[in-house]
């Protein structure tokens, strides 16, 4: 759909705001020095120390400040402008030395022209694009030589249930673009909000293929039977921050993660 940047952009700025204030993000052990980063992606990510990192669709920069905190040189980008101010507004606040950049990643030659170390990119990032091809060819562009991708994401496999996880609604594989409408928010179910989403899914064929043929190669891949959030209708906490969904424990898998190097 041609305008579906501009709904998803309106989308993520009204969370925003709601996202700030929730119990999901937790403002208030961040600020304290909690990390926001998981159990998942940590191992991969290793010491970052001295490394620069760019951490594509960072919001409003939670992992990036960790990353920060690690030691890192940390750049975010993210096409939200409110999500935008708000990581500046975060950095400056607890005094973390990190950049932050609106931009859409698919246009990322018009924001960014430094080669990265690693690239950082988690949970709910790629259903939000048409064109993977397009996603991985700007990805592998923002990294120097030998230079890694952390990538962590939902599974696939969950976006093809409808909104309440009764039944199979959508296919595995990229058919169409996914028009949804739903109150609230994931960080906030009683958010006063309801707006349109679009949104594809992408098959893990998609996702490693695309990276292979522009030039990556995988180093580690898993997939995960929980999800290190409660995102998902009707979760159940098996461990902390694991949680899994009524019915379907230990079933499905929720999350995988790769991490992959440019050859």
């Not at 709904?7 to 052990?29: C, Q, R």
Request: glycine letters at 6%; hydrophobic letters at 40%; charged letters at 20%.
């Amino acid at each position: 759909m041609e305008n579906y940047l501009a709904i998803n952009k309106a989308l993520w700025n009204k969370k925003t705001p709601f996202h700030l204030s929730s119990a999901f993000y937790d403002m208030e052990a961040f600020k304290a020095g909690k990390s926001s980063l998981t159990a998942i992606e940590l191992p991969l990510l290793g010491n970052v120390k001295g490394k620069e990192i760019l951490h594509l669709q960072c919001h409003f920069g939670q992992d990036t400040l960790s990353l920060a905190r690690m030691g890192a040189t940390v750049t975010g980008l993210d096409f939200s402008p409110t999500a935008i101010e708000a990581a500046r507004n975060l950095a400056q606040e607890l005094g973390l030395p990190a950049t932050f950049i609106e931009g859409n990643v698919l246009e990322v030659e018009h924001y960014i022209s430094h080669k990265y170390d690693l690239i950082f990119s988690t949970y709910g990032v790629v259903g939000w694009h048409p064109d993977l091809q397009l996603w991985a060819r700007n990805v592998v562009a923002c990294l120097r030589q030998g230079g890694e991708l952390v990538f962590a994401e939902f599974h696939p496999v969950m976006w093809m249930l409808d909104n309440d996880f009764k039944h199979i609604q959508y296919s595995y594989f990229n058919k169409e673009a996914i028009c949804d409408e739903e109150p609230g928010t994931y960080a906030n179910k009683e958010a006063d909000m309801n707006l349109q989403a679009i949104t594809w899914n992408h098959a893990l064929s998609d996702v490693i293929g695309a990276l292979l043929l522009h030039g990556m190669r995988l180093v580690h891949f898993s997939e995960y039977d929980y999800s290190p959030y409660n995102v998902f209708p009707n979760g159940v906490k098996i461990g902390d921050n694991q949680y899994q969904i009524a019915g379907y424990e230990a079933k499905l898998p929720l999350v995988y993660a790769l991490k992959m190097v440019k050859e």
